[in-house]
């Protein structure tokens, strides 16, 4: 089992900056691909970035590409979602998600591929 929790939502006027952040327990974090999706209201669940376990590869959807920016510290266990120039649309409910693949266009389809899910954390974009 791989436990995993995110922080650092809230709430952010357009064009701000947010950065979130998740960290994992109970298994060995370096050798989990990790993933960031959002699910906003009525909506279905949506991929935003990905990062491989291995070399660090990052994959991210088109509507975030070149605003938002994934990295992780293997060392504490943890993974981060920059979030620059947000947009309304941006809000959503943002979960975590690990791999113990690497498959980022499996990713697309609803996260398919994903072993181990967090319980998100609430991005609201708003003026």
């Known amino acids: 089992q791989l436990q995993l929790v995110e922080s650092g939502g809230g709430l952010v006027q357009p064009g701000g900056s947010l950065r979130l952040t998740c960290v994992a327990s109970?298994?060995?974090?370096?050798?989990?691909?990790m993933g960031w999706f959002r699910q906003a209201p009525g909506k279905t669940r949506e991929f935003v970035a990905a990062i491989n376990w291995r070399d660090s590869n990052t994959y991210y959807s088109d509507s975030v590409k070149g605003r938002f920016s994934i990295s992780r510290d293997n060392a504490k266990n943890t993974v981060y979602l920059q979030m620059n120039t947000l947009k309304p649309e941006d809000t959503a409910v943002y979960s975590c998600?690990?791999?113990?693949?690497?498959?980022?266009?499996?990713?697309?389809?609803?996260?398919?591929?994903?072993?181990?899910w967090g319980k998100g954390t609430l991005v609201t974009v708003s003026s």
């Open positions: 998600a690990a791999d113990h693949a690497w498959n980022p266009t499996a990713y697309l389809n609803d996260g398919y591929g994903m072993d181990y």
């Open positions: 109970g298994r060995t974090f370096g050798s989990y691909s």
